[in-house]
């Protein structure tokens, strides 16, 4: 692979869903347009995936997390906005999650690069629209059916 990152980084990312709608980050700039993500990011030294997934959803959605069962692990090339151009290698970790019943979508202290605004999007909308990885929409159908096997291998 060209432009490789010598480090591999876990990355954590929560599934929160709530009356059929998914919780997403809705990013634009860095040349790639609109598209959406899941709420997370890199584990820091030190820190456990559960404390590396509640700091990322205070700093990118304001709140919180209940954070529940492992969902899937998968290893996803992460093409970054760099100069050269460059690919980082994650392992990626899904966990099923919780938001407070009050909470409304809100950027946090700390939004993630580029990200423009939290929202709600039901999930028979995710094939509209670019949500990346791009396979995860399809996972996270299955993950929330329980089909998934745990280990993804590698997602694009």
Request: proline share 5%; glycine share 10%.
């Amino acid at each position: 692979m060209e432009n490789l990152e010598p480090d591999i980084r876990n990355a954590v990312r929560a599934l929160v869903v709530r009356d059929g709608s998914v919780l997403l980050l809705k990013k634009d700039g860095g040349g790639q347009g609109e598209r959406y993500a899941l709420p997370g990011g890199s584990q820091d030294t030190g820190e456990t995936l559960i404390q590396t997934l509640d700091r990322e959803c205070q700093e990118e959605i304001g709140t919180s997390v209940e954070i529940g069962e492992l969902l899937y692990v998968a290893d996803y090339f992460k093409p970054r906005d760099t100069m050269p151009a460059s690919t980082r290698h994650l392992v990626e970790f899904l966990f099923s999650c919780n938001v407070p019943a009050s909470y409304t979508p809100v950027n946090g202290h700390h939004p993630d690069k580029h990200q423009i605004e939290v929202v709600w999007m039901r999930l028979e909308e995710l094939d509209q629209v670019t949500l990346l990885p791009k396979s995860v929409a399809g996972h996270l159908r299955g993950a929330l059916a329980g089909r998934e096997d745990g280990y993804l291998g590698l997602i694009d």
